[in-house]
């Protein structure tokens, strides 16, 4: 007889999701049978109820906006990076039932910025969630300071206290003023930083990040690239955050290209 095991997204909207995608294809690719992942539409206020009405065979969740704040108090622990950010975007069911919150996007977050050296400075665009992963991963590769551009300050000052606790200088600079930067991070909606395009002095040494994938380039994006830079998207962070929560779910390696090969061919055109 198959054990059953269950994990899902969780957030508000969801239908969306690529994420049951990703981790369907992993638990085909290393012969999980009797895993499944779907995705659930969650609240805020209905996190609480939601957690402690599922059974047994739930292994593990994915939260999505606007979910990732009020996770820590679902949680019975939580990892350091989620302590320093303020915010956890998986929960691990443990052995004695109870949960475990981390954050999965600052490890994706340094994965796809691979190759960035110390000492890099970061300008980040926007200050919410995405904003506190992304000051944590710049923490971990040892970079100089970050800049946090944004369109309201008392924004910035809700993450001056992230910056503290993962060690790293926070400046702020006001929205369309973007200094120069060797890692540049837009973490905004959809449309938010289009203007900015053409406004960015782009520097070929730059990686720029879009924490966005659909649509595909954005116009950040696409002024990027003409520019030389390397340009990081949505998708891939996608990916790499999901790949740590599959390790946490399973216990397994995760089938990483199998994973990828089913994100971007869900992707493509038809």
């Known amino acids: 007889m ?11 909207p969801i239908a969306h999701s690529l994420s049951p995608v990703i981790h369907n294809a992993g638990y085909a690719a290393a012969g999980l049978a009797g895993w499944e992942y779907t995705a659930v539409e969650c609240a805020e206020v209905e996190l609480a109820d939601h957690v402690a ?19 820590l108090s679902v949680a019975a622990e939580i990892s350091p990076v ?92 006001a929205w369309g003023e973007v200094p120069a930067a060797d890692v540049l991070v837009s973490t905004v909606p959809r449309g938010v930083a289009d203007p900015l395009a053409s406004v960015i002095a782009w520097r070929p040494a730059t990686v720029f990040f879009d924490a966005l994938y659909d649509p595909w380039p954005t116009p950040l994006a ?32 995760a089938p990483v290209a199998a994973m990828r090969e089913a994100l971007f061919a869900a992707r493509r055109p038809a």
Request: net charge neutral; proline share 5%; glycine share 12%.
């Open 82 to 173: 989620a302590a320093a950010t303020g915010a956890a975007n998986t929960l691990v069911r443990r052995h004695d039932g109870s949960w475990f919150g981390d954050n999965t996007d600052v490890p994706g977050m340094v994965e796809v910025l691979g190759g960035t050296p110390a000492g890099a400075r970061f300008t980040l665009l926007g200050a919410g969630g995405t904003a506190r992963a992304a000051i944590a991963a710049a923490a971990q590769v040892g970079a100089a300071g970050v800049t946090v551009v944004a369109r309201r300050p008392e924004a910035i000052d809700e993450l001056r206290p992230v910056a503290a606790a993962v060690g790293v200088p926070l400046e702020a600079a």
């Open 53 to 71: 009405a599922l059974g047994p065979e739930w292994a593990g969740l994915s939260l999505t906006m606007p979910l990732k704040e009020v996770a």
């Open 2 to 12: 198959i054990e059953i095991h269950r994990a899902a997204v969780l957030g508000k």
């Open 222 to 253: 696409a002024a990027a690239a003409a520019a030389g830079c390397r340009v990081v998207s949505g998708l891939d962070l996608l990916l790499a955050q999901a790949v740590g929560q599959f390790e946490q779910f399973t216990g397994r390696a």
